[in-house]
């Protein structure tokens, strides 16, 4: 099929540009600037995509920062990231309102606007808990509002919805994803600070599947 992906230059997106490729799908990657915290992740994605051959571009949606804020920490520049595990509650604070059902419509319409068959993201079963657009239910919300906004079927790939992300961290191991050249810091910063959810779920996710992290992380978390 021919496919876009929705790719943010983290592992799970990494992983699965590569697993798309893998599989022998024509791929054309998407990633998006909404005012994130962590926009250091869409320069990771576009070094990505040129060591991958896949063309990518950047959609600019700057311009809904303000207004989807409220209280997250990755829009809001007045609200601390949280450090410590995803099953704390603190970490909804790194909710942002609607992110998901936003890039995919964006990519939906990007889709049928170029002829491709497919969209892709790499939610996956850690999330569900703390983000409500990860769930399987709203994924098969997603794929019927798909094929009722367009006469052109779009298909809803989510290929890890329903594994860890230490199954990912395997998988992309076994297929040579570039884990070193990901970013998941939600901080940004030029290193991972090796705290917060995202770098904590990183480095679980690595020691789960039994593959060396290559991540370098800041010395103080060390």
């Not at 995803?86 to 992110?99: C, G, I, L, Q």
């Not at 230490?166 to 297929?175: P, S, T």
Request: proline residues 4%.
């Amino acid at each position: 099929m021919r496919v876009v992906a929705i790719f943010s230059g983290g592992m799970d997106s990494t992983t699965m540009l590569y697993q798309l490729l893998a599989e022998g799908h024509e791929v054309k990657a998407i990633g998006f600037d909404y005012g994130q915290r962590h926009a250091v992740e869409l320069k990771a994605a576009k070094a990505i995509a040129a060591r991958s051959q896949v063309a990518y571009e950047t959609v600019d949606l700057q311009s809904l920062g303000p207004i989807i804020a409220g209280q997250s920490s990755q829009v809001n520049p007045n609200v601390e990231v949280p450090d410590g595990h995803y099953s704390e509650d603190s970490m909804k604070a790194t909710v942002v309102p609607n992110r998901n059902m936003i890039m995919l419509a964006v990519a939906v319409a990007h889709a049928i606007s170029i002829d491709y068959d497919a969209i892709c993201y790499g939610a996956h079963a850690g999330d569900h808990t703390i983000y409500p657009d990860c769930r399987a239910e709203f994924v098969e919300a997603m794929k019927t509002s798909i094929g009722l906004c367009d006469w052109k079927k779009i298909t809803l790939l989510t290929p890890f919805v329903d594994i860890s992300k230490a199954d990912i961290a395997a998988i992309g191991g076994r297929i040579s994803v570039p884990f070193e050249m990901t970013w998941s810091c939600y901080k940004g910063g030029t290193t991972h600070c090796g705290t917060c959810g995202t770098c904590v779920e990183r480095r679980e996710a690595f020691e789960l599947a039994g593959i060396l992290d290559p991540t370098g992380y800041s010395a103080s978390t060390s």
